[in-house]
């Protein structure tokens, strides 16, 4: 991890390695902890946050599902955005993962957590492609996991909190361990949900197809992609998808704040299409890239630019 000079911690700018939390802190006991994933990207006019507003209104959405009482309103954390990254300095080329968390901390024990306190924290730091450059442009390599997707009986998927995230670990070892780079969960009915921390597409005789929200995480950039192929003219559906559809998909994708849209080459060893990244996600990759490094007047309000 590339380190930057200052960490966002309940209001303070605190040195990097001071922002520290105590071993009994509440949610490293019993992972109650809501989180975003945010991206920064240096363009003409400097460095701009995609979609801000969006990404802190779902944080907001997840501390209320998850009964955690952030001390913060959105004017409030969006503007710690801005100024974290003002404070802290990166590579004029590289773009700049954020992660904002509201987590429950130290003071009480046992798994009833509402008199304990919360805190609340940004971290910055420069973050390339998540899945690889090399995927980025040629495509990665999936396994369909053993481990099913968080049940919504049993937990909130459209919560973005660390405890749906052990599941999503396990599947992403599980697949490295087999020699690929990513895993696509199936919900507990066997349609596909999500990766382990993606949204996913495929195409078949010229429709984008990508599943329903209901056993996956809202995606901001799943939303983003749709939006883009709208323009584009790309007819779309939001459907299920089988897993013997996705073996026979002419194109197949990711889409995710740190896997940006990366190209799926392959899954479970039957090769995608050609083996590589397909038009279709070409022009949709070329379009989000375009957006994100505010090269599209259209979409430049999803922009908020570091220096004003």
């Avoid at 009994?24 to 991206?39: M, P």
């Avoid at 053993?146 to 396990?170: D, E, P, V």
């Avoid at 799926?264 to 050609?274: C, F, K, L, M, N």
Wanted: charged share 25%.
């Amino acid at each position: 991890m590339t380190e930057s000079q200052f960490i966002w911690m309940d209001g303070e700018f605190i040195a990097w390695n001071d922002a520290k939390v105590h071993i009994l802190t509440h949610s490293l006991h019993y992972a109650n902890s809501a989180f975003e994933g945010v991206r920064a990207y240096p363009t003409d006019r400097g460095l701009a946050i995609f979609r801000l507003q969006d990404h802190t209104r779902r944080l907001l959405n997840s501390c209320k599902m998850s009964l955690l009482k952030c001390p913060f309103d959105a004017a409030t954390l969006n503007n710690a955005q801005v100024e974290i990254l003002r404070k802290n300095t990166y590579k004029a080329d590289t773009s700049v993962y954020i992660r904002p968390i509201v987590f429950v901390g130290y003071g009480v024990m046992g798994v009833y957590h509402l008199n304990s306190p919360i805190q609340t924290a940004i971290a910055t730091w420069e973050w390339g492609a998540y899945l690889g450059e090399e995927g980025l442009n040629n495509g990665i390599k999936v396994k369909i996991s053993s481990f099913t997707r968080n049940s919504i009986k049993s937990m909130m998927g459209k919560a973005k909190i660390a405890a749906n995230y052990l599941n999503s670990q396990m599947a992403k070892c599980e697949a490295k361990e087999a020699g690929c780079d990513e895993a696509l969960l199936l919900d507990s009915e066997g349609f596909v949900a999500e990766g382990s921390g993606e949204c996913f597409f495929v195409v078949r005789d010229d429709v984008l197809i990508t599943p329903p929200s209901e056993n996956a995480l809202e995606s901001i950039t799943q939303d983003t992609v749709l939006a883009i192929a709208r323009d584009l003219g790309i007819k779309t559906e939001r459907r299920r998808l089988t897993r013997d559809e996705v073996y026979v998909a002419d194109e197949a994708f990711f889409t995710g704040t740190a896997a940006e849209l990366t190209p799926v080459r392959e899954v479970d060893s039957r090769v995608i299409g050609g083996g590589k990244r397909g038009e279709t996600t070409r022009r949709l990759q070329e379009a989000y890239f375009d957006i994100v490094y505010g090269r599209n007047a259209k979409y430049a309000h999803y922009l908020t630019y570091i220096k004003g």
